[in-house]
């Protein structure tokens, strides 16, 4: 037998229960454009009666009705986990491509400003000079232009190490945001943990969470793995940077000097314990520039300008200067010493004209006095023309950069499309569509509506059996 | 598979995105003229525009190198010329003081007097000087090849110094010699047998039949020598012509070069203008007829 009023109750919990779906609909519809948001579902679950037998308690009722208690979050854990690692991908192949595209700015080729313009109008200057060798014009000119130069490859190389000063500086401060961000992983992952024991709903932190772990993937490359107590934890490159309620602390070590790179390289490390830590995303983007794409241009450029220095002074030395003095360097580091020589310290070493060794013909050969000869000018000239000299060396090098920095936006490009499909995937599990939503409100309001039926159904029924006893 | 209204916006979004940035790319292109503004724009594309660049400023560089060379091979050869018209005065003066056994001695003496004439106007010629060079002082770093005796004061040809060579570069591969000594078209001073010394001779020795007849045999030697560097220097200036037309040719053929890899086909890139930018409205069209309608739009 069942008991008068259980129907009562079964209306009852049938009119909370559809109100609770409708609550948590509602929630849905709000949060349709929240970033990170996972749809919720209420789980609906009927109540049956007790099913173990007893002597004297045997029960046949039907079912006392429906509960809503748990609110679940809809997500695919699968694709959580390739969000994670597709956005640290995308993340550092897009700072590599950031990266190549500054540098092809440093050279701004094919311009007729850039360092092969400049180189061949010192060439040609000294082509001028071997057509005219006794006048002070074509003299100043070399001297002009090939200032012009030095100044153009100093400027170049100033770029990359400004270039370079920027990704420590950013770096420096991603690994601060990192820091922060792990820390409130960890406070929430404690807040997560105590609301699952206390039984209350607790979804919307997860996401909450979930979204700083994607930031994490994406600036530092890290993975999340769930833990107890609906918690995760979080690791980059195998070091476990957020476990439960406890978040390890990085910083950035390493000379903030680019010439440093051999000895003390920039790199990322746990506070306690200096442990080094190999991070993807953003910072491996960044520091794959600073010690590999940055350096190696910075390379090209210092042994471009020492080889320039070394050919120019050779060919330079071999002839006398319009005063019959044989020629001196022509390029140094600035303190007199050939060999030092860098890009950022290259320095024309002669400022009088009189002293460019244009003249093959020494004074003695020339019968005692200097000659106004130039066959040297046209040997310098004619140094334009090698196949292996400087400028066939930066040439080469321009055109590596420019198929590297091709490679790197196409792959950046393709990178994107596969992200743009993970999160597309990610948002047809979870996110929120207002069809759905809409025929699951007309649902619950219908469902609400009959239970509403029921309730004054059963009341009509009571009536009638309390006037039966009339 | 279960799509939301999130998933169209963003799909779109990115359609929107990458079909904006073709139209910019494109635009880019049409407003700077350019295909390569960027080494990873084509990288072989860099490669040859970068090789032309070079060879079109070394090409200038031998342009400039013609017109000048041209210009101190025709100044060489007009100097040449003119004073060859002098020498054959001075030989036709020298003839007629030959066979002048009935001359006055004043007649004799006005021949001297003009031959001394012509010796110092010839060696105003021998002195002219090109950009600050005197056309046969060879490689000098003075301004004078004879000195006002008529001493040879330029560098190679004579004295056991060589002949050191102007020389104009006209191509990668060919240089030019555009100058003309003083010994070798006149004469070695060393040997006294130079233009300036016979008519020197020719002066002194009017009226000695004898030393004066050697004199014109000295004479025709050095007329032939001039006869032979003019023709020399002519030969050198038709070869400067020849590359100069060559030049022009080579500069045009680079210029094209450089066109075709770096300029923008006009009429294809504003076709393909034209249909991104159809594509872009058809795209922002079909995103605006997507996003708007839901269920919400049909329940009362």
Same mark, same amino acid.
Request: glycine letters at 10%; hydrophobic letters at 35%.
């Given at each position: ?34 970033v990170g948001?996972s ?12 099913? %173990? ?20 979050r809809i997500r695919d854990a699968f694709l959580e986990s390739r969000a994670q690692l597709e956005t640290a991908t995308t993340a550092s192949l897009t700072v590599a491509d950031t990266t ?30 071997? &057509? ?9 000119? %070399? ?6 130069? %030095? ?8 770029? /990359?190490? &400004? ?8 770096l420096?401060?991603l690994v601060?945001d990192v820091?922060?961000t792990a820390?409130s992983i960890?406070?929430l992952n ?16 997860a996401d909450k969470r979930d979204t700083l772990v994607l930031k994490l993937s994406e600036q530092i490359g890290a993975t999340a793995t769930p833990a107890?107590?609906?918690g995760v934890t979080v690791s980059v490159g195998g070091t476990t940077l957020v476990s439960?309620?406890?978040a390890l602390?990085l910083?950035? %070590? ?6 440093? /790179? ?6 990322i ?7 080094l830590v190999r991070p993807g995303g953003t910072a491996e983007g960044q520091l794959t520039a ?117 490679t790197a936006t196409s792959r950046v490009s393709s990178q994107s499309v596969i992200s743009a499909q993970v999160d597309a995937s990610r948002e047809s599990v979870s996110g ?10 007309? &649902?619950? &309001? ?15 029924? /009571? ?8 | 598979m ?5 998933a169209?916006?963003l799909t779109?979004?990115q ?10 790319? #494109? ?11 960027? =080494? ?52 036709? #003066?020298?003839?007629?003081? #030959? ?70 570069? *006209? ?31 020719? *002066? ?11 004199? $014109? ?28 037309? *060559? ?10 070069? $450089? ?6 086909? #006009? ?25 708007? =309608? ?7």
């Amino acid at each position: 037998m069942t008991g008068t009023f259980s129907g009562l109750n079964t209306a009852r919990t049938a009119l909370w229960a559809q109100q609770r779906a409708m609550d948590v609909t509602g929630q849905n519809i709000a949060n349709i454009n929240t970033v990170g948001y996972s749809r919720q579902r209420a789980e609906l679950q009927s109540l049956g009666g007790t099913a %173990v037998a007893a002597t004297y308690a045997v029960n046949n009722n039907v079912g006392e009705g429906v509960s809503a208690d748990k609110v679940t979050r809809i997500r695919d854990a699968f694709l959580e986990s390739r969000a994670q690692l597709e956005t640290a991908t995308t993340a550092s192949l897009t700072v590599a491509d950031t990266t190549l595209g500054q540098i092809e700015d440093a050279f701004r080729e094919p311009s007729d400003t850039g360092i092969q313009a400049q180189l061949s109008d010192m060439w040609n200057a000294w082509g001028d000079l071997h &057509q005219n060798s006794t006048n002070p014009g074509p003299r100043s000119e %070399v001297l002009e232009r090939t200032q012009t130069l %030095v100044s153009g490859i100093r400027t170049t190389r100033a770029a /990359l190490d &400004q270039q370079w000063g920027s990704n420590f500086d950013g770096l420096q401060t991603l690994v601060q945001d990192v820091n922060a961000t792990a820390t409130s992983i960890a406070d929430l992952n404690d807040s997560i943990r105590r609301a699952t024991a206390a039984g209350l709903p607790s979804n919307e932190l997860a996401d909450k969470r979930d979204t700083l772990v994607l930031k994490l993937s994406e600036q530092i490359g890290a993975t999340a793995t769930p833990a107890d107590g609906g918690g995760v934890t979080v690791s980059v490159g195998g070091t476990t940077l957020v476990s439960g309620a406890s978040a390890l602390t990085l910083k950035m %070590v390493g000379s903030s000097d680019p010439d440093d /790179l051999g000895t003390n390289p920039p790199r990322i490390m746990t506070d306690p314990g200096s442990t080094l830590v190999r991070p993807g995303g953003t910072a491996e983007g960044q520091l794959t520039a600073m010690t590999a794409t940055i350096p190696q241009y910075r390379n090209a450029i210092d042994s471009m300008a020492k080889n320039l220095a070394l050919t120019l002074n050779t060919a330079h030395e071999a002839g006398y200067d319009q005063d019959g003095n044989q020629g001196g360097a022509l390029l140094d580091d600035g303190t007199g010493d050939p060999t030092k020589i860098t890009a950022a310290n290259l320095t024309l070493a002669v400022t009088d004209g009189r002293k460019l060794a244009a003249s093959t013909l020494s004074p003695a050969a020339a019968g005692g006095s200097p000659s106004g000869d130039s066959t040297n000018a046209d040997s310098i000239f004619q140094l334009s023309l090698s196949t292996t000299g400087t400028d066939a060396t930066y040439r080469k090098m321009i055109v590596g950069l420019g198929v590297q920095a091709q490679t790197a936006t196409s792959r950046v490009s393709s990178q994107s499309v596969i992200s743009a499909q993970v999160d597309a995937s990610r948002e047809s599990v979870s996110g929120v569509n207002i069809d759905e939503e809409m025929s699951n409100l007309l &649902q619950y &309001q219908h469902a609400y509506a009959a239970a509403g039926q029921l309730v004054s159904t059963i009341n009509d029924m /009571l009536d009638t059996l309390i006037n039966m006893v009339r | 598979m279960r799509v939301t209204q999130r998933a169209v916006v963003l799909t779109s979004l990115q359609g929107l995105n990458s079909n904006l940035s073709a139209v910019s790319k #494109l635009q880019q292109q049409l407003t700077s003229g350019t295909q390569i503004s960027r =080494p990873s724009d084509s990288p072989t594309g860099t490669n040859t525009s970068l090789i032309t660049r070079q060879a079109i400023s070394g090409n200038g560089q031998y342009t400039r190198n013609i017109s000048d060379g041209q210009t101190f091979l025709d100044a060489t050869d007009s100097a040449l010329q003119d004073m060859l018209s002098q020498v054959r005065r001075v030989r036709d #003066l020298t003839v007629q003081a #030959l066979n002048g056994g009935a001359q006055s001695a004043q007649s004799q003496q006005a021949i001297a007097t003009e031959v001394a004439g012509i010796r110092e106007s010839m060696l105003g010629q021998a002195n002219q000087v090109v950009q600050g060079r005197p056309l046969f002082g060879g490689v000098t770093a003075g301004n004078k090849a004879y000195d006002a005796s008529g001493a040879y004061v330029g560098v190679g040809g004579t004295g056991g110094i060589a002949v050191q060579p102007l020389t104009r570069r *006209v191509s990668p591969v060919e240089t030019i010699r555009v100058d003309l000594t003083g010994p070798e078209a006149f004469g070695d001073p060393a040997s006294g047998k130079d233009l300036f010394s016979v008519v020197n001779a020719v *002066v002194a020795h009017v009226g000695d039949t004898a030393a004066l007849s050697d004199d $014109l045999k000295d004479l025709d030697g050095v007329i032939n020598g001039m006869l032979a560097s003019a023709a020399d220097v002519g030969t050198r200036s038709a070869r400067m012509q020849t590359a100069g037309t *060559v030049n022009t040719s080579t500069a045009l053929n680079l210029k094209t070069q $450089l066109s075709d890899t770096e300029d923008i086909d #006009l009429p294809k890139t504003i076709m393909e203008l034209q249909m991104q930018r159809n594509g872009y409205q058809a795209a922002l069209q079909a995103t605006a007829q997507v996003i708007q =309608p839901t269920l919400l739009d049909f329940l009362k």
